[in-house]
Structures are given as C-alpha cells and as structure tokens.
C-alpha cells in the first residue's frame, strides 16, 4: 500500500445533496457514490470483488506521484455496526435527501476501500444512469464521519489496485 503524497480537494463537501456528477468526473469529499465496496472479511477470504453495491462516503482524494487519483471510501449499511466496528448513523432526513433506503444506516469508520479513479467497481444508481453520485453529505455530518475516521485511526484500507 502506498501512502498518499498530497491531498487534492476541498476538506469539506460541497453544500448541495442532490448534486449529480457524471460517473467519469473526480469525486469530492463528502460525496456519496454508488460502489461495489469489498469488505475487509470479504478480502480476507480471497474475494477481489464486492458482493452487492452499496453507497459510500468519498472521505479522501489524493494524487500519488505517477498522477493516479487515488480515492478513499467508507461503506453505508443498514446493517447496524457489530462490537468490532464503529460507525456514525445517518440521519433519516439526509436519507431521504439522497433517496437512500428509510431504513436506519450508518457509515463504517474502522475500515475503507482506496482504488484509482475512475475504478472498475462504481456503479450507476438504477434510475439516474447513467450517475453513480447520490449527491454530498451536508457539511456537519461530513465533519462527524471524517473526525471519527480519524480517532478511530484502526485498519487499513482495502486496496482495489492489487
């Protein structure tokens, strides 16, 4: 794994939820795309493939020095966080804001994926297509999520490039 060299990008999303970007354009922090996250179970059991496709959190954007755009995603789940995972819950007004499920989520801070954009595993949300952007988070719970990331400091990401 690589260590990111400088970090491109504003530190905080941008305001809008409902703004909607081309699969091919570079994502911001805070954004939410739709991905084929691989668990890192999943990856630890040979797999190199997401089961399903899931939202995620942009949380990182960095350029490494070949010029690759590096970026780093954290899962959204319904599933609630188990004893080994910590998370931040997503409320329900920013659910319905960018037409996720009403089911209670939360975003995964132990863990995140990292993949050279545009990778192989962003998917376009059925019925935006061809989108994959979900739109950003608002700037207060970007704020939460990047600062839990950070005091979890555990894990390393998944690395997609491998």
């Not at 950003?136 to 490039?161: E, T």
């Amino acid at each position: 794994m690589t260590k990111p060299l400088r970090r491109s990008g504003p530190s905080s999303p941008r305001p809008s939820a409902k703004t909607q970007r081309p699969s091919s354009a570079l994502p911001k922090p805070g954004e939410v795309i739709n991905y084929s996250y691989l668990w890192e179970r999943e990856y630890r059991e040979g797999r190199d493939e997401g089961v399903k496709d899931r939202p995620v959190a942009v949380v990182l954007v960095t350029a490494s020095v070949d010029g690759l755009d590096q970026v780093h995603v954290v899962p959204m789940t319904t599933r609630p966080p188990g004893r080994d995972q910590q998370a931040v819950e997503v409320p329900e007004a920013v659910r319905r804001q960018l037409g996720l499920s009403a089911e209670r989520s939360w975003i995964i801070v132990s863990e995140w994926n990292r993949f050279t954009w545009p990778g192989y595993d962003i998917r376009p949300i059925r019925g935006r297509e061809p989108s994959a952007s979900f739109g950003f988070l608002p700037a207060g719970l970007f704020r939460q999520v990047r600062d839990a990331l950070v005091a979890a400091a555990i894990g390393r990401p998944v690395d997609r490039d491998d």
